[in-house]
């Protein structure tokens, strides 16, 4: 089955520490994504890479960081300057586009906290 | 930068009967993409539908359907038939087409909590 995997669904952490997030997919995507929702809110762009060996900041890089050094995988490192790192995160990946606009795939998400 | 408002927090909708969330977005650019995604409270974001800026005719996807009015930058949601299950986060996204400066950002608007009745 193809999909977007990410480890663990829980993770807990004392503050202070780095924390690295998983997110595997085998869909041949080039494109994956990092996304955090806080509770009731939408989610904001963290990270994202076009392609392997390259990666762009989003909205709110800062405290975080990434890796992409093969096409499946794409950890999310969240530092202990990341003020508030107690939230939900998803991880997404997404196809070369055509010409169009390019819908993305998600997996199911690691919540983070942070004590 | 885009911006995407989803202006109703939270709507209710009888079982069987059908539902519109509203979402307006903001651009000056002319080849983008509009999405909808679904997040139950499991938390996974399941894509629902999509709408290019230059589609001529509103997307379907089943009980899905778009309304889409360039003009008023909306790109609002139907559901058709509503059912238990339909109760959920819905989420409209936007995204710049290929060659855009801001190519494969998705920006989503707030969220819009469906609790369907029975």
């Known amino acids: 089955d193809g999909g977007i995997t990410q480890s663990p669904k829980y993770l807990f952490r004392k503050e202070g520490q780095n924390v690295t997030l998983s997110c595997e997919q085998n869909?041949?995507?080039?494109?994956m994504y990092w996304y955090r929702q806080d509770p009731g809110q939408g989610l904001r762009l963290i990270y994202y890479s076009q392609i392997v060996n390259d990666f762009q900041k989003g909205d709110i890089a800062e405290g975080y960081s990434v890796s992409r050094e093969k096409k499946e995988s794409f950890p999310l490192t969240v530092t202990s300057a990341q003020k508030n790192p107690t939230a939900f995160y998803l991880c997404a990946s997404s196809s070369r586009s055509s010409g169009g606009a390019i819908e993305q795939y998600f997996g199911p998400g690691t919540r983070l906290t942070v004590t | 930068a885009q911006k995407i408002t989803q202006t109703q927090p939270g709507m209710f909708v009888q079982e069987k009967e059908a539902v519109t969330l509203d979402c307006t977005y903001d651009t000056s650019d002319q080849s983008y993409g509009l999405f909808w995604y679904k997040q139950p409270s499991s938390g996974e974001m399941i894509f629902l539908i999509y709408?290019?800026?230059?589609?001529?005719q509103n997307a379907t996807e089943g009980r899905y359907s778009l309304n889409f009015q360039k003009a008023r930058k909306s790109a609002n949601l139907v559901i058709s038939a509503s059912q238990l299950g339909d109760s959920a986060m819905y989420f409209c996204?936007?995204?710049?087409?290929?060659?855009?400066?801001?190519?494969?950002?998705?920006?989503f608007g707030q969220g819009t909590i469906l609790t369907v009745h029975p």
């Open positions: 869909l041949n995507h080039d494109a």
């Open positions: 996204g936007f995204s710049l087409a290929a060659g855009g400066t801001s190519y494969g950002k998705l920006t």
């Open positions: 709408q290019g800026s230059y589609d001529e």
